[in-house]
C-alpha cells in the first residue's frame, strides 16, 4: 500500500447493532408489499413484508452473516429474516462505507465452524485505509469497472439461456421428424414405426422364451443333483402394464408410430439389495482395485466430473445385485428426490451396479438406439408427462408404472441414427459455446478479485487521479483521518 496509508481494524471503523428489533414477524412475503426482508446471503432479498414496525432506516449499512461472513451492501430500508446477522454501521461521519465494504470483499476467512465470527475474529482483522479522497475515487471507480463487468456477465448469462431454448428447440424438431423430413423423404428403404414396434415385441417374445428355456435345463440338473443349493428363479415376463389417460400433444409423423414405454422396454428394474452388501468407505481410486464395482448414483451424473466421489461394492455384493448390473447405455431415472431426472449411463469399461433411487431402463439395441430414447426423454413433451407423474413436494417419487407409460414416437432404426447424428451435430455447437460462455464468467469473476487487489494496493488510480485526490480539501494522511474518526467516534458515545 502507500506510505501514507494506514492500516487498522475494522472494529476501529465500524460498529455493529443487533437484528432482534427488525426481525420480521410473519414470513408470508409478497412482491406487491414495499418492504425487503433481506438475508446476508446469496439470495439476499428473501421477499417482502407488508410490516410498517421497526423498520430499519438508519442508511447505509453493511449485512454481515455472522456464521457464514458473507455481506451485502444495503442503502434502503429493510427488515431481516433472523438474529443471524450483524448490522454494520460507520462509527463516524468520516467513514466511507462503500470502501470499508469494497475491502471486506478481498478477506478470505476461513468459517467452517459454526460459531458467530464478527465479534470475536472478523472485526480484529486489519483493513488498509487510504486518504478520504482516494477512499472515494476508489469506490467510484470500482463500482464503474463492476458496472463494465455486470453489463457482460448479464450479457453472457443471457447467451445462455439463449443455448437451452436452442437445444429445446433441437429436441422438439428432432421428434417432430422435422429434422429428418428431407432425408426421409428421399430414402426408399426405411421401415415404419409400425414396423419396427412389431420387431421389438417379437424380440422381446423370443428372449423370453431363451431365458425359459435356459431355466427349464437348469431346473432339471438341479433336481438331478439332488437339489443340492438354490433352486432357479422362473424368469417373469417384462411387467408392461401402464396407464394411457394422459392428453398427448406432440405431433407424430405418419410413417412413425406412437407408443408407450412399456411397448419399448426390454428391461425397468432398481435398486433391491435390502443392505446385504458392503459400500467400501476407502478413497479407492477408479482403477486400482478392479476386484470392486463401482455403484452408480445420481450424484455422479450432477458433478462435472463423472469419476469423483465414487462408491464401491465388492464382488459378492455385485453377483448378488445380478439385477441391478449395468453395462453402459442405460437410461438412468431418478426414483425419490431426484425424481423423473433422466441421465444415460456411459460405458465406464468396468463393473458397475446400480444405487438406491434410481431406475434403470434397458432397450433392444437392435430395434430402438439408447440415445435417441434419451434424447427423447429429455423433450419438452415427455419431461411434461414425466412431471405430471411425479408426487410428493418435499421429496418427490416416481414410480414403475409412471415411467413405463411415457409416451414416445418411434421410427426406423436408421432414422433413429440419422436423428441422434443431427442432435449431436448440434448440441456439440452448442456445448462449445457454453463452454466459453463458462470461460467468461469464469474470468469476470478473476477480474473481479484483481479489480478489488489493485484497488486495496494502491494501484488502481492512475498517478493524475491520485495528485487530483491530494487537491482536494479534506485530504490527509490516513493516519490521522483514522485520529479523528476515533474521536468522533469517542465523543458519540
Known sequence: MREYWIETALEDLLDYIQPTNFIVDSTEYNNIYKTPVLTAGKSFILGYT??????????????????????????FRFKVKSS??????????????????????????????????WISIYSKLNIKLAPLPEQRAIATKIEGLFSELDNGVANLLRAKEKLEIYRQAVLKKAFDGELTKEWRINRNDLVTGEDTLTKIKEYRDINYKSQIDEWTENLKQWEADGKIGIKPKKPSRIDVSAFDDYVIDFYTPSEWIKCQLADVLFGLTDYHANGSYEILKENVTLFDQEDYAVMIRATNFEKKDFSKDLKYINEHAYNFLSKTKLYGGEILVGKIGNAGKIYLMPD??????????????????????????YYQLKNFYQEKEILSYVKGVGNPTIDKISIRSIHINLCSVKEQTRIVQEIEARLSICDNIEMCINQGLNKANVLRQSILERAFEGKLLSEAEIEACKKEPDWEPAEKLLEKIKNESRAVK
Do not use: C, G
Open 50 to 75: 407488508n410490516e410498517e414496525h421497526n423498520i430499519f432506516s438508519d442508511l447505509p449499512v453493511i449485512i454481515f452473516d455472522d456464521f457464514t461472513t458473507a455481506t451485502q451492501f444495503v442503502n
Open 84 to 117: 443471524a446477522m450483524k448490522i454494520l454501521a460507520p462509527k463516524s461521519s468520516l467513514v466511507n462505507l462503500k470502501y470499508v465494504y469494497y475491502y471486506m470483499q478481498t478477506i478470505r476467512h476461513n468459517s467452517d465452524t459454526h460459531k458467530r465470527y
Open 348 to 373: 465406464l469399461k468396468r463393473k458397475a451396479s446400480l444405487a438406491m433411487n434410481l431406475f434403470a431402463i434397458r432397450v433392444d439395441q437392435k430395434n430402438i438406439l439408447s440415445k435417441f430414447l
